[in-house]
């Protein structure tokens, strides 16, 4: 009886509380190229962030690091943060993230994107 009432509750609990921020789209996007360096690098994710405790870490391929400053969300979308980035010379860039959502699910990833000469 516990059993039947405990799973019946658990399918009431609405699917979006078992959610995670995931990457859904990023500016420079995942694997582009970009013909000039860009001043910020804007992450979406599938659900609001919070910047406090998000992590993301802009490097080259000597891991010399590029963020000039702490993620923000950028307008009024809590899905979408911001990071200010140092001038780039032209080479790929590796973007390390550490997303925290709103419910408190942490996940994280990674990919790369080149500043052409």
């Keep these: 009886m516990k059993r039947t009432l405990l799973a019946a509750?658990?399918?009431?609990?609405p699917a979006a509380a078992f959610a995670h921020a995931f990457l859904?789209?990023?500016t420079p996007g995942v694997g582009s190229t970009v013909h000039s360096p860009p001043q910020s690098l804007t992450l979406l994710y599938t659900e609001g962030v919070?910047?406090?405790?998000?992590t993301v870490a802009v490097t080259n391929a000597a891991g010399t690091h590029f963020e000039a400053g702490r993620p923000q969300h950028t307008a009024d979308d809590p899905r979408q943060i911001a990071v200010p980035l140092k001038p780039m010379p032209p080479g790929t860039y590796t973007v390390d993230w550490h997303a925290t959502s709103v419910d408190t699910h942490k996940t994280q990833g990674h990919f790369s994107f080149t500043v052409a000469p």
């Design 24 to 26: 859904h789209e990023a």
């Design 9 to 13: 509750s658990l399918l009431l609990i």
């Design 50 to 54: 919070e910047p406090a405790f998000t």
